[in-house]
């Protein structure tokens, strides 16, 4: 359907689902994952 | 009805297609040139899948919906876990050619226990319905000395008391000289610092003496891997390293630190903070180390098993199927985020952490704060920003790094900003490049 969609009127969606739980945020600085000059890049 | 101040509009790399992202109202989605020829005339065929997006807006509707995500976003912050900076000292047993922290000039004294029972105390009581880690920092925090060790080791068992989780930010020459104290620490992670394969490594991150660090810091890692430590592994990127990721991420799947679920990795840059980057030809920035990113990926798609660049929030929606929240602020400086150091003084951040004239309180031998610097740092968002307020790229920004800013502008409430268009250029088309 959503092919079909596409086609029809040349957007597509890049999302293909909804969230359950709560959204992560985009921190670039996230926490552990960049512990340091992770809020620099 | 207007076109969503909040839209990212551009063409993807290598494509004749187009996006349109909205982090206000999660909406993304590829456009046909025809489709994009539209937006650019500003005629819309589809009007109701335009506003059912939220790509066409109402002002009203739009104003409140952004009103009404931005207390989520400042709900959900209250509610974060803290990061807690510890800095036991700023020496260093490297000389890194890039080290941001050479210009300091910090008292020469030595850490004591009582600062350390004191920073405990502070955080307990300032922090006491929070949740809370702390990453310990430098300088190098693994340094060899007797006295370092005994210092780090009691560091570590006092937060061990506590229940309180520990992060090492280590250059990862100590490592292995640090075993018996690692192993019984509540660590969840390990950041370690390896720019390349050796030749590479060690021309950028020698010991003070000029003596090479790769072999020692390789060891370190096995080690951690082996007792299931967690480890971070940062690699600096610029123009003189980039190319040898490819043998970095051969080396890194031979020893089989790719297949550990305990690894994994992050690339950073080189940034202008402070002086640093001021007299660096080879500092990239944002866009071109991640244009020249995505070149190496595409002749050597292999380096995503060693690490998968985010090309802002392009990895989180190929992987999550959705876009992440919108975010209104990147600097956690005095919100989710402190820094302490061994003189007793507080900072905002890791960034600013030992810079004359960056301090906002102490926390030994007694207790103070600088109230009306930390509430700069705290109003600092995309909403106090004046600049970020017509940008449609805000809410994937967040305004950058304070710190930054403020060394570039000289104000605090400046964006330092991320060219999140261009990211997502290349990013949408090396993470869909076969739906689109």
């Not at chain 2, 985010?310 to 005095?334: H, I, Q, R, T, Y």
Request: hydrophobic share 35%.
């Amino acid at each position: 359907m959503k092919e079909q969609t596409a086609r029809k009127t040349g957007m597509k969606t890049l999302i293909v689902k909804k969230a359950k739980n709560e959204k992560k945020i985009a921190q670039c600085c996230a926490k552990i994952s960049a512990v340091v000059a992770g809020c620099h890049d | 009805m207007y076109f969503s101040r909040h839209n990212i509009f551009s063409k993807l790399k290598d494509s004749d297609n187009y996006f349109i992202v909205n982090l206000l109202t999660g909406s993304a989605d590829i456009l046909a040139p025809e489709k994009a020829a539209e937006i650019k005339r500003g005629e819309y065929s589809d009007i109701e899948e335009y506003k059912n997006k939220g790509y066409l807006a109402e002002e009203d509707s739009e104003k409140k919906l952004f009103n009404s995500r931005y207390l989520d976003f400042i709900r959900n912050r209250e509610n974060d876990e803290m990061q807690l900076f510890f800095v036991p000292w700023y020496e260093c047993n490297f000389k890194c050619s890039y080290c941001y922290q050479s210009e300091y000039s910090n008292e020469s004294v030595q850490l004591q226990k009582p600062v350390i029972d004191a920073f405990f105390a502070h955080i307990s009581e300032a922090f006491r319905d929070k949740r809370k880690y702390i990453t310990i920092f430098g300088g190098e925090p693994l340094l060899s000395g007797s006295i370092q060790k005994e210092m780090i080791t009691y560091l570590i068992s006092e937060a061990a008391k506590r229940n309180i989780d520990l992060a090492i930010v280590t250059n990862g020459y100590n490592i292995t000289g640090y075993s018996e104290v690692l192993a019984k620490a509540p660590l969840r992670e390990i950041q370690i610092t390896l720019d390349g394969t050796r030749e590479i490594h060690d021309k950028r991150r020698a010991l003070k003496n000029g003596g090479g660090t790769f072999d020692k810091i390789a060891e370190g890692i096995d080690f951690c891997l082996s007792k299931k430590i967690p480890v971070n592994l940062r690699v600096v990127i610029d123009s003189e390293n980039i190319n040898n990721l490819v043998e970095l991420s051969g080396f890194a799947a031979r020893k089989g630190w790719t297949d550990s679920p305990f690894f994994k990795t992050q690339l950073g840059r080189n940034y202008e903070l402070h002086s640093c980057g001021s007299h660096k030809p080879a500092l990239f920035d944002r866009a071109k180390m991640y244009e020249e990113l995505y070149e190496l990926l595409k002749i050597h798609p292999d380096i995503l098993k060693f690490h998968k660049p985010a090309f802002s929030v392009s990895k989180f929606l190929s992987e999550n199927g959705e876009l992440p929240s919108p975010l209104f602020d990147s600097c956690p400086g005095c919100k989710t985020e402190w820094a302490f150091d061994y003189t007793g003084s507080i900072y905002p951040c890791t960034a600013t952490v030992g810079k004359t004239g960056e301090k906002i309180g102490s926390f030994y031998p007694k207790t103070s704060l600088d109230e009306g610097r930390i509430e700069a740092w705290q109003d600092r968002d995309v909403t106090s920003i004046e600049k970020c307020g017509d940008c449609p790229l805000q809410l994937a920004c967040g305004g950058g790094c304070g710190s930054v800013a403020r060394n570039n502008t000289g104000k605090l409430l400046s964006p330092d900003c991320r060219p999140v268009d261009k990211l997502l250029e290349l990013g949408l088309s090396a993470y869909f490049g076969e739906k689109i």
